[in-house]
């Protein structure tokens, strides 16, 4: 009798909720992915509400477990700072990729003794993670840091053990600086990475660094800043040692002003015609499928994050930098924008 | 004989004997207690960092946004509630029958082999059966309210069933078995059906080890975090009952902020394990004291 | 409760029968006898589909991920348990190192926890003063329902820093020259070794609640004629309770081992993710569990998909078998008894 009552109750209860809930799904988004791109989206929400009445509901999981979620159609959008690859393209079907946002990826360290401005380039970088340099007094540290005394510590490399658009940003960067990495491991979003430790979510790699003395990781430069971990300045091709700032990211985007037709855009180590670029910029995309049942409400709201959502307001204090930088990205992604139809 | 007074002191091979066996009890007692410093500096951790991260505003508001400080794990509680009674929705009614089959009706041999593959469930890692629910709710639709093509509170209400599953059929089957004979065999002998029997006299006699066993089962469901992890881990940071939409819930919030830069996420994460453990120690202890009396209880 | 009404006013039928096959056919009124078989039979068969649908599920869930492995059973074949190198984008997948790294910190864990256990069990049923032993008690229980995330959040901030300050340099300068314990890179907290304390933890309460059942359960009259014979309280222990309890002991170790191989959240917390292995356990490791925790969810195509379920069908092997294993132990025991 009782058990008969529970049951009854909890369909009950179910109904209601599932009535109640209904009226919201009109406006409800949801969106999972990357998490480099999920504080500016954290900033989006609430204006979007206002403007729209969307509810953006958006889950960061990494770009490969957002690939994966937008593939299976589990979300309304997916969002990757990785490109697609060809077999992901085709898994996804309808998919399109639409930059939306810019900013770049930092290395941070934790190395007591260490100077404050920590100067590393992109050779010692891969040997780093390649695990053939081991302590921070190396010479190869040191020649780049002239005068700074180097503590004998280990170097604790920290990568990220999910699959990470910011992991595909980085070792797109080191593969086009080393040979030897570009051999060995290449460029992924779950690249088999030689040495060092693994964590989940750049949230996971910042804590990692901040706890374990010695330790270099990648991190997106929102996250950095936000825990107050030290960042590196990084050799470009120009060879001036450069901080992730918005001036230095808009160098980076400026110096690719042509948008292929998938969109795809890779914008690390500029070359030396641009000397105030950031060598380890990315663009980070936003993944929809053509046909979808909100793609009204999906137009009007990543149309809003392509301008509005540009505006300092919403970008300069995470350090993402204006799409507008280059023209032909923000025409070619309001391009793509537009096939977007809703389900027949 | 004189009355010379004679020792009781041991000597020689027998004080031997006796310091090896002071020296044994010394290293037992100290073994046990580090072990039992170690899981006293667990409680005490939670304890102390998570108690000063309570308030009001924790219980009630959402995750504040990037960077700021505040916000609580609002949409995590309810979430987790959702989970935890649609878990038990699907665990309770199974489980009490499937203990109903192996105690009233089973011959001995199918009750022995309906018992060997539920300690087999129990065994699953849960992250297995997180992967196959998730497996199920991608890739099949079904007529069911919320079910397939994307995560949801029922797909990981369902997975929490199945970690439960064993754990209600268990205790139940052991309540059952503690009912004396002489109660069904006085309500045959007067002349009342079998399955009147067992739903009117027998199922009611258990009922209060059927509710301490679920009561255990439900806390150990409520700390799951691995079968969440694909089946209900897309979720906004709102406060959402819908069991069609993924939702937040305690464990998972607990694992993501414990792996963030944050401090004032940590404070968090303690806070929400604080609030975890309560949960979980206190009905722990109701259900072992109520199982206790029940126990006495039926044996007389 | 019943009532003599439910008879319909007739004599009930002294003698106590079972089942109403006998007596109910010739007391009861036919209309009851059909209500009451079709009731019968209803119960019988719902009950037998909820039982059905227990074993179901083993079924289901086996073959699910037996299903999804398959694409890398036939790519990969037995090969992949001696490969050791895990590279998505390349799709290379061998599980050696996972096997090993799961393998090694379970075993690792329960060596820790299984004397731990041992000694509380004995503490709380012969040393302890009486006053002590039921709250302690009372409290280990209670500790075994802790959720592992929580432990694992305990083992990030409290456990991994005190291990990497104090306990690794120590074992490392004590035993350093035995390659599993050489000294790993400096103030690295993430290990294989932070991995089995974190383990053993979890399974510390329920192992020692059952050892302290057991040893309780040593009739008295055993022991105390043994010291009346003039054993010290340790030989009795060692010759009299300890033998008598040696397959539950056992059967209680490998239910922690169970337990320990199966964990996925505490472990991916704390080991530092990272394959190949290296011989050191004061380095970062992976498992089973935990690799599939990370990767399942961003994986970079459908054959890491399939090796990663390859993975799990693994993960379900070892577990059935000491699942297995345990519950012969137990048979074994209870048929000594």
Redesign the interface.
């Known amino acids: 009798m009782t058990r008969r009552l529970i049951i009854l109750t909890a369909a009950a209860a179910l109904a209601a909720a599932s009535a109640a809930a209904a009226a919201t799904t009109d406006t409800t988004i949801t969106g999972a992915g990357s998490t480099f791109v999920a504080p500016l989206v954290s900033t989006w929400t609430p204006a979007l509400g206002r403007a729209f009445g969307y509810t953006i509901q958006y889950s960061a999981v990494g770009s490969g477990a957002g690939i994966a979620a937008i593939t299976s159609r589990q979300v309304d959008f997916g969002a990757s700072d990785a490109p697609l690859t060809p077999d992901q393209r085709k898994a996804c079907g309808d998919c399109v990729q639409i930059p939306w946002a810019l900013s770049a990826t930092a290395v941070a360290y934790d190395v007591p003794g260490a100077p404050a401005h920590l100067r590393l380039d992109g050779a010692t970088l891969a040997q780093i993670f390649l695990g053939r340099v081991t302590k921070w007094n190396d010479p190869a540290i040191r020649k780049l840091n002239p005068g700074a005394k180097m503590p004998a510590l280990g170097i604790t490399p920290v990568f990220r053990s999910d699959g990470s658009g910011t992991s595909y940003n980085f070792t797109d960067y080191l593969s086009s600086v080393s040979p030897t990495w570009k051999a060995k491991v290449g460029v992924s979003t779950q690249p088999a990475f030689p040495a060092g430790q693994g964590a989940k979510g750049s949230s996971g790699v910042a804590g990692l660094i901040a706890r374990t003395a010695g330790a270099i990781g990648y991190v997106d430069v929102a996250y950095a800043t936000q825990n107050r971990i030290r960042i590196a300045a990084v050799r470009n091709a120009a060879g001036k040692f450069l901080y992730p700032s918005l001036r230095r990211i808009e160098a980076a985007a400026a110096a690719f002003p042509k948008v292929p037709a998938d969109n795809e855009m890779h914008i690390v180590n500029a070359p030396r015609s641009a000397p105030l670029a950031y060598p380890i910029s990315t663009y980070t995309y936003v993944v929809v499928h053509r046909t979808s049942p909100h793609a009204a409400a999906l137009r009007k709201a990543i149309f809003w994050a392509l301008t509005q959502g540009q505006q300092p307001q919403y970008t300069a204090k995470l350090t993402f930098a204006p799409l507008s930088t280059v023209k032909a990205v923000l025409v070619a992604a309001e391009k793509t924008l537009r096939t977007l139809r809703p389900a027949a | 004989m004189a009355a010379r007074e004679l020792s009781l002191k041991a000597t020689g091979r027998a004080r031997r004997?006796?310091l090896?066996?002071r020296a044994?009890?010394a290293?037992?007692?100290g073994?046990?207690g580090?072990?039992?410093a170690?899981?006293g500096?667990?409680?005490w951790?939670?304890g102390s960092r998570g108690a000063g991260a309570l308030g009001w505003s924790f219980f009630t508001k959402a995750p504040a946004?990037?960077?700021e400080a505040g916000g609580g794990i609002a949409p995590a509680l309810a979430g987790s509630l959702?989970l935890v009674?649609?878990a038990t929705?699907f665990a309770?009614?199974?489980g009490?029958?499937?203990a109903?089959?192996?105690s009233?009706?089973?011959r001995p041999r199918a009750a022995r082999?309906?018992r060997?593959?539920?300690?087999?469930?129990n065994?699953?890692?849960?992250?297995?059966?997180g992967?196959?629910v998730f497996?199920?709710c991608?890739g099949v639709s079904l007529p069911v309210?919320?079910w397939g093509?994307?995560?949801s509170a029922v797909a990981g209400g369902f997975a929490l069933s199945?970690v439960m599953?064993?754990l209600v059929?268990r205790s139940t089957m052991e309540v059952l078995a503690l009912v004396p004979h002489d109660l069904?065999?006085?309500?045959?002998?007067?002349?009342?059906?079998?399955?009147?029997?067992?739903?009117?006299?027998v199922l009611p006699a258990a009922?209060g080890g059927i509710v301490t066993g679920t009561t255990?089962a439900v806390?150990?469901a409520?700390?799951?975090?691995?079968p969440l992890?694909?089946t209900s881990?897309?979720?906004?940071?709102?406060v959402?009952?819908?069991?069609?939409?993924?939702v937040q819930s305690i464990?998972l919030t607990?694992?993501?902020y414990?792996?963030?830069?944050?401090p004032n996420?940590?404070r968090q994460?303690?806070a929400a394990?604080f609030v975890?453990?309560l949960v979980?120690?206190v009905t722990?202890?109701a259900a072992?004291l109520l199982l206790d009396r029940s126990r006495r209880k039926l044996e007389g | 409760m019943v009532t003599g009404a439910a008879v319909g006013g007739r004599p009930w039928n002294a003698g106590g029968v079972a089942a109403g096959s006998l007596s109910a056919d010739r007391v009861l009124p036919r209309s009851r006898r059909l209500g009451d078989r079709v009731g019968d039979g209803l119960l019988h068969g719902v009950t037998a589909v909820a039982a059905l649908l227990s074993l179901l599920l083993v079924a289901a869930i086996a073959w699910r991920v037996a299903d999804g492995a398959w694409p890398a059973v036939r790519t990969f074949g037995l090969g992949f348990l001696w490969h050791d190198v895990w590279n998505a984008p390349l799709d290379r997948f061998g599980a050696r190192d996972l096997i090993v790294g799961t393998v090694v910190t379970s075993f690792g864990a329960m060596l820790i926890s299984a004397p731990l256990s041992i000694a509380i069990g004995l503490f709380l049923s012969e040393l302890a003063p009486p006053t002590i032993r039921t709250p302690v008690g009372t409290l280990i229980d209670m500790l075994a329902a802790v959720p592992s995330v929580v432990v694992g959040l305990w083992g990030i901030y409290v456990l991994a820093p005190f291990d990497a300050q104090h306990v690794q340099p120590l074992l490392g300068s004590v035993l350093g020259w035995i390659p599993l314990f050489a000294h790993g890179s400096d103030h690295v907290e993430s290990t294989v070794f932070t991995a089995m304390l974190v383990l053993a933890l979890m399974t510390i309460p329920i192992t020692s609640s059952i050892c302290r059942e057991l040893f309780l359960r040593v009739p008295a009259e055993l022991e105390q004629g043994a010291i009346a014979l003039g054993a010290t309280r340790w030989e009795t222990v060692r010759s009299i309770v300890l033998p008598s309890v040696r397959g539950g002991v056992v059967a209680a170790v490998v239910l922690g081992l169970g337990r320990a191989l199966g964990e996925a959240i505490a472990v991916t917390q704390v080991i530092g993710n990272f394959i190949p292995l290296k011989p050191s356990i004061f380095e970062p490791g992976d498992t089973i569990a935990s690799r599939l925790a990370n990767q399942y969810q961003g994986a970079v195509s459908t054959t890491q998909v399939a090796a990663l379920l390859y993975l799990g069908l693994i993960l379900l092997a070892i577990t059935f078998a000491t699942n297995l294993a345990a519950q012969r132990v137990v048979r074994r025991f209870e048929r000594q008894r």
């Open positions: 004997r006796l090896v066996s044994a009890e290293t037992a007692v073994a046990a580090i072990a039992l170690a899981l500096t667990l409680l951790s939670v946004l990037f960077g959702l009674g649609l929705a309770l009614p199974v009490v029958l499937t109903l089959y192996v009233e009706y089973a082999q309906v060997l593959w539920l300690d087999v469930l065994g699953f890692p849960s992250i297995v059966i992967i196959f497996a199920l991608v309210v919320g093509r994307h995560q199945i599953l064993p059929s069904r065999e006085a309500s045959y002998a007067l002349g009342v059906s079998r399955w009147q029997t067992v739903l009117r006299v009922l255990l806390a150990r409520a700390g799951e975090t691995a992890l694909f881990a897309l979720a906004g940071q709102i959402d009952w819908d069991p069609t939409h993924s464990p607990i694992f993501q414990s792996e963030s830069a944050d996420l940590h994460a303690w394990a975890l453990m979980v120690l722990s202890l072992r």
